[in-house]
């Protein structure tokens, strides 16, 4: 019993403790509540992990909440986006709300707050009720409008929601304490008016409730039991329970408990950021293959469960830090290793010409689709006279350490024979055209001199039967590994402008003549690569998911 406690976080011991003590009568449920103004970064699976999570593990519920209570950023695009991701991910909602259907309810609530004296609206601009919130050490002003008239407050929020209001023009705010220690109980903003028509409820509302307001209701409205959300919100919760109170006539109370944000090296993590890098063109979209997004990560060839087993790894605290992102594609790697089939792609070619094999001969070399689980089985790879091979595995004038081609050394082509290279062809220049070899019939992969000593193994694709393919390497977002240290700085001017290396001329092994976009690989002794949604049966492409090691170590001191 104490060995399992360990290991829970500190959002499952809360759980138990309450399933304990019977809180809410044992019932659990929470709620995963994106805005949909953008789409889901890999922060948002760091609390759609935790969300899900919980409800799976306490038999207990998990809704899908759209917190779209501000017209002006929303759009079903994104509503759509979000779901897929999620589904992506692996997890299930119970049921789809939308905080825009307790426009109402909050409406309602609103009125009763109103009524009990407990809210009064504002006509002041916003630059002075912010002049009057004070500092944390000094209290506020109270407002002029503080103690106006109910029936005053009851007749203005009714016009604030008929279209004759100009937006700014008053607020209404709940009456709590100007002079709380905590600047959010200091007469908060509830409602203000939006002209701009919502993505649900079209042009029905004119005056829009502000996240603090919303969001603790919705979780009452709906049943919520532990409201999960990130560190930033610590400070809003003694109001989150200050509109309970007001609200609650049952003991059941929905409580809020706050984690670490997720926040990752050599990226932003922010829509609004994100957004920024779309609008501006920096990159090719919500799902470049180079963003933090589920859909970018989907794109480039991450799997779900490489992100699942990530955001395990790093857990859920109570204090914000940020995460390496090699962690990231250390998690992505060992997943794929296990997974994905081993073929032959040559990145930059030149032709490898093996002068004593026959011109006509092409031979079927067995070789195995994943040395990590023998149940992926084999295939047969075709060898001919023409390979081509990696241009950097050959030398002329190699240094003592190079182990791969270079005249007169022996290199084992992989899943065929051993060869001994004989020279190479020039142009004037001096670039190199073709490598020539011999290789030694007696060294086919599985007879016994095949066992032969040699310091280098090699990979190749047969020329004539080779595809054509464009491979895109990816590098990551940034240069540095917070955009935002320097203060003076635009992040924009902190991409790094090697982020996406297009290589055409690629060569790969016919076998992938079959594959479709998302298929994934690994391309031997290179890295792991999937297929693009851009591909076309004429034109393979393949995005770089990760490199097979880890360059970033020593690159960037
Ligand atoms: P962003 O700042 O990127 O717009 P957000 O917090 O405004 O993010 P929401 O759509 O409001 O995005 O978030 C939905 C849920 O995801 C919230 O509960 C929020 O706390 C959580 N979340 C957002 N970003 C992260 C992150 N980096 N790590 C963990 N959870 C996050
Ligand atoms: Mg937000």
């Known amino acids: 019993m104490e060995e399992n406690k360990k290991s829970l976080n500190f959002i499952e011991q809360i759980v138990e403790k309450d399933l304990r003590e019977g809180h809410n009568d044992g019932r659990i449920q929470t709620r995963f509540p994106p805005e949909p103004n953008g789409y889901l970064h890999i922060g948002h699976a760091k609390a759609i992990c935790i969300d899900f999570g919980i409800a799976e593990k306490y038999n207990g519920i998990c809704n899908l909440r759209f917190d779209d209570t501000n017209p002006v950023k929303e759009d079903v695009e994104y509503v759509d986006s979000i779901m897929k991701d999620i589904n992506w991910l692996g997890f299930h909602w119970d049921n789809v709300y939308y905080a825009s259907d307790y426009f109402q309810q909050l409406w309602d609530f609103a009125i009763k707050l109103i009524n009990e004296g407990k809210a009064y609206i504002d006509e002041q601009s916003a630059e002075d009720i912010a002049k009057q919130k004070g500092t944390p050490t000094t209290p506020g002003t109270e407002s002029p409008f503080r103690n106006r008239p109910i029936s005053e407050t009851l007749e203005l929020f009714q016009k604030m929601n008929s279209g004759d209001v100009p937006e700014g023009k008053m607020v209404l705010r709940a009456k709590i304490d100007m002079a709380s220690s905590n600047m959010h109980m200091r007469d908060p903003i509830i409602y203000r008016v939006i002209h701009i028509p919502h993505h649900r409820t079209g042009n029905q509302w004119k005056a829009y409730p502000m996240y603090d307001f919303a969001h603790g209701e919705s979780d009452y409205f709906e049943g919520v039991t532990h409201s999960l959300c990130t560190l930033e919100f610590e400070v809003h919760r003694p109001l989150y329970d200050w509109f309970l109170d007001q609200l ?15 926040n ?20 090719s979209g919500w799902d470049d293959p180079r963003m933090p997004t589920l859909t970018g990560m989907r794109r480039r060839g991450y799997t779900p469960q490489s992100i699942r087993n990530f955001i395990d790894s790093i857990g859920y605290t109570k204090y914000d830090g940020v995460n390496d992102m090699s962690l990231l594609e250390h998690a992505v790697r060992e997943d794929l290793n296990k997974h994905v089939t081993r073929v032959s792609g040559v990145i930059d070619p030149i032709k490898l010409i093996i002068t004593n094999y026959p011109e006509d001969m092409v031979e079927e070399m067995e070789t195995i689709n994943n040395p990590e689980d023998a149940t992926m089985g084999s295939r047969k790879l075709k060898f001919s006279r023409e390979a081509w091979i990696e241009r950097d595995d050959f030398m002329e004038d190699a240094p003592k ?5 270079t005249p ?25 055209l073709e490598v020539y070899a011999e290789y030694d019939p007696q060294t086919k992969s599985g007879m016994p001199e095949a066992n032969r000593k040699v310091k280098g193994t090699i990979h190749w694709v047969s020329v004539a039967h080779s595809l054509n393919a464009e491979v895109r390497l990816y590098d990551r977002l940034f240069m540095v590994e917070d955009p935002f240290a320097d203060k003076e700085k635009d992040f924009k001017d902190l991409m790094n402008p090697n982020s996406l290396i297009v290589k055409k001329g690629c060569k790969v092994e016919e076998y992938l003549n079959e594959a479709k976009p998302g298929d994934r690989f690994q391309f031997q002794r290179i890295g792991y690569f999937n297929i693009d949604s851009d591909s076309t049966p004429q034109n393979l492409v393949f995005n770089r998911t990760v490199a097979l090691r880890d360059s970033w170590k020593n690159k960037g001191e």
């Open 401 to 405: 350490k190079y182990f791969r081609l």
């Open 264 to 283: 990752l090296t050599y990226t932003v993590m922010s829509k609004r950021k994100l957004l920024e890098l779309v609008q501006e063109k920096l990159v």
């Open 248 to 262: 609650a006539d049952t003991e059941y109370r929905p409580q809020q408990i706050e984690f670490n944000r997720l």
């Open 408 to 432: 007169g050394s022996e290199v084992r082509l992989k899943s065929a024979y051993i060869i001994k290279c004989t020279g190479c062809k020039k142009d004037e220049e001096g670039n190199i």
